[in-house]
């Protein structure tokens, strides 16, 4: 029962650099979401999949890529990290539109030098 | 771990005590509230939903209240016991916007046994 999962955990990465986060769901969620958590600021939303190939933009999407070519997959990419984007970076998934039950990642902890 | 919130505002309660977590959420037209319960290290997890048609919704040791006058919620565990500890999340949304979420900064409780 892998559920979700992301990858990497951690992460220490240049200013500059091309970071990739990986989540995977074996549940087949319709809804997929990327989180960013800070301290002060909660969970805040970065993008989201209705479904494959449908995705959109969240409330801080700058800086940030995402595909999802695969139901299962939602890869989170930052194109040239910055120091700003050093954060926990939380995958999560709903099955639909039924309740706000959103099952969540074990989060990826991005350091940006 | 990826816990984030070193500086969140504590709740300290003693093992076996009923505890309350207060939430003030920010829009009116906000008709569907979540909490969530983050343990250190460890993703989000969904503990009780309220819709605003209802003011107060009961799940196991746990208590929801919603007064929509205020914009009030709060989170009642009875109980309390030392794997209550956590930082506990609200969030709000209107009805469907599972991607217009929005979270509180979080409390933390701190059960002492």
């Known amino acids: 029962d892998a559920g979700i999962t992301q990858s990497p955990r951690y992460k220490i990465t240049e200013t500059g650099r091309q970071v990739t986060l990986m989540c995977h769901q074996t549940?087949?969620?319709?809804?997929m979401f990327w989180y960013r958590q800070d301290l002060g600021h909660g969970l805040r939303l970065i993008y989201y999949?209705?479904?494959?190939?449908?995705?959109d933009k969240g409330e801080v999407p700058d800086g940030y890529v995402v595909s999802r070519s695969k139901t299962e997959n939602f890869p989170l990419t930052l194109e040239s990290a910055t120091r700003s984007q050093t954060s926990v970076y939380f995958c999560?998934?709903?099955?639909?539109?039924?309740?706000?039950?959103?099952?969540f990642g074990e989060g990826s902890r991005l350091t940006v030098l | 771990g990826e816990s984030v919130g070193l500086h969140l505002p504590t709740l300290s309660v003693q093992e076996g005590d009923n505890s309350i977590i207060n939430c003030a959420y920010s829009?009116?037209?906000?008709?569907?509230f979540i909490w969530y319960k983050q343990e250190s290290g460890k993703g989000p997890q969904f503990i009780i939903d309220?819709?605003?048609?209802?003011d107060k919704r009961q799940g196991q040791r746990v208590t929801v209240l919603l007064n929509k006058t205020v914009k009030h919620l709060s989170l009642q565990i009875a109980a309390t016991q030392p794997g209550d500890s956590a930082v506990y999340f609200c969030?709000?949304?209107?009805?469907?916007?599972?991607?217009?979420?929005?979270f509180g900064a979080g409390t933390r409780l701190a059960v002492h046994p």
């Open positions: 999560a998934s709903i099955p639909g539109q039924g309740t706000g039950e959103l099952f």
């Open positions: 549940w087949s969620h319709s809804y």
């Open positions: 999949s209705a479904a494959a190939d449908i995705t």
């Open positions: 829009n009116s037209a906000s008709d569907y």
């Open positions: 309220i819709r605003s048609n209802m």
């Open positions: 969030a709000e949304t209107i009805s469907g916007g599972y991607n217009k979420l929005i």
